[in-house]
């Protein structure tokens, strides 16, 4: 099996992006090629191996990189683990899936404890990365008829739905909720009606109910929504500013 090469970046490739970089490979190194890089690298952090090495995740081999070290190379995901980076980042677009994700800095946090939190938080979105970007395909999932597919697409709060949802690779009921500027019973409805489809799938954690692309799509499917997300700047410009300003402060389920 032709392993998938993922790239993380962020500003300083000193705490984040090299925490994503030993957990995937840590997670599934055999089936991902794992790199990391920063923008302005500023050297590892001592504080973030001492994390890594608390959750026995190993450290060995990681160090601070230049993203123009890597320059040219091809990558099947490149992750972004800030807002900067992902701003910089942009040119990679055309050589594979861009995916942000935009977590706090824990250089910058008061909290002795920032750096643990940062390993959990990031711990659990690559969990859902490898799920969701697995080979195997349980055969319980139904294929998703194509008539299906682009009926569901026809309704504008869908359509912006799944294009979040790949964006961003899960999002909650209270995410969407924020992002569109819709009644959650609205937002709800039509979730439901995607997962029965079969474009989504859900798990709980809590209080909350995320929603990521379900396994089971064919990968022209998965193609279609990434292309049509990347082709219209402008219909997600303000629920991405939405998304990006909310604080879940409300309920989800």
């Given at each position: 099996m032709?392993?998938?090469?993922v790239l993380f970046v962020c500003s300083g490739n000193s705490a984040r992006s090299l925490i994503a970089e030993a957990l995937l490979r840590h997670r599934a190194?055999?089936?991902?090629?794992?790199?990391?890089?920063?923008?302005?690298?500023?050297?590892?952090?001592?504080?973030t191996l001492e994390a890594l090495d608390a959750h026995e995740i190993p450290t060995r081999g990681l160090r601070s990189k230049s993203l123009a070290s890597i320059?040219?190379?091809?990558?099947d995901f490149v992750i972004t683990l800030c807002s900067k980076a992902a701003e910089e980042c942009r040119p990679?677009?055309?050589?594979?899936?861009?995916?942000?994700?935009?977590?706090?800095?824990?250089?910058?946090?008061?909290?002795?404890?920032?750096?643990?939190?940062?390993?959990?938080?990031?711990?659990?979105?690559?969990?859902?990365?490898?799920?969701?970007?697995?080979?195997h395909v349980e055969s319980s999932l139904n294929p998703v008829a194509p008539v299906d597919f682009f009926k569901s697409l026809a309704d504008e709060t869908r359509l912006l739905t799944m294009l979040?949802?790949?964006?961003?690779?899960?999002?909650?009921?209270c995410d969407l909720v924020e992002a569109m500027c819709e009644s959650q019973p609205k937002i709800s409805r039509h979730l439901r009606l995607l997962r029965k489809?079969?474009?989504?799938?859900?798990?709980?954690?809590?209080?909350?109910?995320?929603?990521?692309?379900?396994?089971?799509?064919e990968a022209w499917m998965v193609d279609v929504l990434k292309r049509a997300?990347?082709?219209?700047?402008?219909?997600?410009?303000?629920?991405?500013?939405?998304?990006?300003?909310?604080?879940?402060?409300?309920?989800?389920g």
């Open positions: 032709t392993k998938k090469r190194g055999e089936k991902f090629e794992v790199f990391s890089a920063g923008t302005r690298p500023s050297g590892v952090d001592p504080k320059e040219g190379e091809h990558f990679w677009q055309g050589s594979g899936v861009l995916i942000d994700w935009d977590f706090p800095d824990p250089l910058n946090s008061n909290d002795p404890m920032a750096f643990g939190h940062t390993v959990r938080e990031i711990a659990e979105r690559i969990n859902l990365f490898v799920l969701v970007n697995s080979e979040l949802i790949e964006r961003q690779q899960e999002l909650c009921v489809v079969g474009l989504l799938s859900d798990r709980r954690q809590g209080q909350w109910v995320f929603y990521r692309l379900s396994p089971g799509l997300r990347e082709n219209n700047g402008e219909l997600l410009k303000t629920p991405l500013a939405n998304l990006k300003a909310s604080s879940r402060s409300v309920s989800c």
